[in-house]
């Protein structure tokens, strides 16, 4: 007897061990979340945004409990969802809660085709009433009744929203996409560590690419440095030129920097060239980006070519000598003819070199200089 219940005590006490290891294993692996911010919608409801991790304690997104009346026609009715968006504010999707669907005038429940279309105008960034008023979704119509009017949706959104719900989609869509959008990017930012950007880059999403170049700060843009200088190889156009618009000072002055832009630079736009040439000026530091500098110089004079001399002119203390011999024989080689000003800076260039004052003698015997 004493045996069976020892027996009954040791198995009572496994299960318990056993209950409580998994509970255990279950916390620890429970997505952790945590109130960021409130923010009011246009109809003055306050909405307290949660952000959402992985179990690593990165930031995976953000949800929200949205509770609104809508009135149309005199009726008002209740509008209650859980909304979700990415860590740039992005929305992703809405949930709805059992027992409180949503409903359209006259207390009719949403159908399925309802919320499929309510979906799909949540997930649009430029519905048809984006630059619209909300008395301005329907119009007066005339109808067979004592008041003689009745509100219609006007043509040019009634094949987005849904007939009933036209002023739930409004507000729905405004609460999605409004100033939330901007309060999580802020947010997110400052949650950025090691794993989160290193998950955004690898994302590959050019609207990802243009936030965080925008947002890191000067040792996450040292250490995100090989990926700064892929999205520059990859990308064209106007990210380049943000990205090289949008880098602290000092990485720009690296010569790590400046190295990896000498296979880069022959691939950018104009308009990004531009942007690191005006970048560069008095921080040049790499010989080996100076002398593709000096072999692009153009034979006509261009803002290109300005922008080259003043370089040159302005970083005459860090380059290797060799590097202005370079330059002034590209200068010679290509006729390219030196304004007063760049005339002036070229002499000062060469005033105490014996050997470049050889290169201002022929630019001069060309009639180059001024």
């Not at 959008?181 to 243009?210: C, M, P, R, W």
Request: a negative charge; hydrophobic letters at 40%.
């Amino acid at each position: 007897m004493n045996k069976n219940k020892l027996t009954s005590s040791m198995i009572i006490t496994l299960i318990a061990v056993i209950i409580l290891l998994s509970s255990s294993f279950d916390i620890r692996f429970i997505n952790k979340s945590e109130p960021a911010f409130h923010f009011l919608t246009e109809d003055s409801i306050n909405i307290e945004v949660i952000a959402l991790f992985e179990q690593d304690s990165v930031l995976s997104g953000y949800k929200a409990y949205v509770f609104s009346p809508v009135c149309e026609d005199t009726t008002c009715y209740p509008v209650e969802l859980e909304f979700y968006w990415d860590v740039l504010g992005r929305f992703q999707r809405y949930e709805i809660f059992p027992g409180r669907e949503l409903t359209k005038l006259d207390h009719k429940p949403f159908t399925d085709a309802d919320y499929k279309t309510l979906s799909k105008l949540l997930l649009n960034n430029e519905p048809a009433f984006l630059e619209m008023k909300r008395e301005d979704l329907v119009v007066k119509v005339k109808k067979d009744t004592v008041d003689g009017y009745t509100g219609a949706t006007i043509a040019a959104i009634k094949n987005e929203v849904i007939a009933g719900a036209v002023y739930s989609c409004y507000t729905l869509w405004h609460i999605a996409h409004g100033i939330v959008a901007d309060s999580i990017k802020n947010h997110t930012q400052k949650h950025f560590n090691q794993e989160l950007l290193k998950k955004l880059f690898d994302s590959g999403e050019i609207e990802v690419a243009y936030y965080l170049t925008s947002r890191l700060n000067e040792d996450q843009c040292f250490t995100f440095l090989p990926e700064i200088q892929k999205l520059l190889s990859e990308s064209g156009g106007f990210l380049a030129q943000h990205i090289l618009d949008q880098l602290p000072q000092k990485v720009i002055s690296s010569e790590s920097f400046q190295n990896s832009m000498v296979s880069i630079m022959p691939n950018l736009d104009y308009y990004a060239q531009k942007s690191l040439l005006q970048r560069l000026d008095g921080t040049l530091t790499s010989d080996k980006l100076g002398k593709v500098l000096a072999e692009s110089i153009e034979p006509r004079g261009s803002l290109h070519n300005e922008l080259i001399i003043e370089i040159f002119c302005d970083n005459k203390s860090q380059l290797d000598p060799e590097l202005y011999q370079t330059f002034l024989q590209q200068l010679l080689t290509k006729q390219v003819m030196l304004n007063k000003i760049q005339s002036e800076n070229i002499k000062e260039l060469v005033k105490n070199d014996k050997q470049l004052k050889v290169y201002l003698k022929n630019l001069k015997q060309k009639g180059l200089v001024q």
